[in-house]
């Protein structure tokens, strides 16, 4: 009984809040979200300071690459805030039925790799990440240009849950829950159909390899490359990020798949490669990032690290 009301109270709040949000002017929204982020980043300690240690420890690395353009740890740390509460603002608009303005404004570029991949007529598998405002990469192309099933987790509040997969639905976007995703993905493909695949998270060893990202081991999923191998559906790598106030979607060329004839190396060379894409959008847009979240669980801690942890217990 109890669980209940708190799921009532819980989607009562969610719409409230959003409502709300979505009253604000245009010329509002996105001071909005960043005074939000700012107040998230006070408040939430335990993610604010899983967000420092992981910029903290990528940080010799960062700094070594041409175009890195500077900032501390903190700095990083509390931009990334602010960029998630933009994000926040702008879905709670979008979810309220005022956001198209937002949708239309996207800009897309390099199209056609997705079109070229989609001809092959074995679907298309968009490799992204949790960059920009991630979810209106997949809102605005299923909205403007064709369906795309995101891979999701089911909600613990089955009220919240179906709220934001009928949300989903409206813009062309499908849902594919964890549990099963593997078989329905390769149905959808089947169906020449998009999925949208998150691929910076961190994975049970596994099921994954463990590759260099951002100058340290990261355990990292394979499931992408075997699903390409056994499908053939082509893989497509794709990012959002702000650029001054406008959103960009990049779409970049079909990731071809390694091709040696042990099919363990060839899944360890596919995460390697598939984390340089994400390695390099986190050169250029630091703060856009998701560094909130243990993306280094279970891997052993790089030299340079480990250094740098000592050195900061003396």
Known sequence: ???RIRWYLEIAFVVAVSFAVALLPNRALLPVGRSLGRIFFLLLKRRREIAIDNIRGSLSFLESQPGWQGGTPRQIARETFENLGCCLVELCRIYQGRGRDLIDAVEFRGLEHYEAAAAKGKGVAFLTAHC????????????????????????????????????????????????????????????????????????????????????????????????????????????????????????????????????????????????????????????????????????????AAAGESAAAGE
């Open 1 to 3: 009984m109890l669980k």
């Open 132 to 303: 920009g405002n991630w979810e209106l990469l997949a809102l605005s192309f299923g909205a403007r240009y064709h369906d795309v099933s995101v891979i999701a987790r089911r909600q613990d509040n089955p009220h919240l849950n179906r709220m934001t997969e009928r949300i989903r639905r409206a813009f062309g976007n499908g849902v594919i829950y964890r549990e099963g995703a593997l078989r329905a993905m390769f149905a959808a493909f089947k169906r020449r159909e998009i999925v949208g695949l998150l691929i910076d998270q961190a994975v049970h060893p596994s099921v994954g390899a463990l590759v260099d990202f951002l100058g340290r081991p990261a355990w990292t999923t394979k499931l992408p490359a075997l699903i390409a191998r056994k499908s053939g559906t082509p893989m497509i790598p794709a990012f959002i990020h702000r650029e001054g106030g406008k959103q960009i979607v990049t779409v970049y060329p079909e990731y071809q798949v390694a091709a040696h004839e042990d099919e363990e190396l060839c899944a360890v060379e596919d995460a390697r490669a598939m984390a340089r894409y994400l390695q390099d959008y986190v050169i250029q847009h630091p703060a856009q990032w998701y560094w909130v979240h243990k993306r280094w669980k279970n891997a052993p801690v790089a030299p």
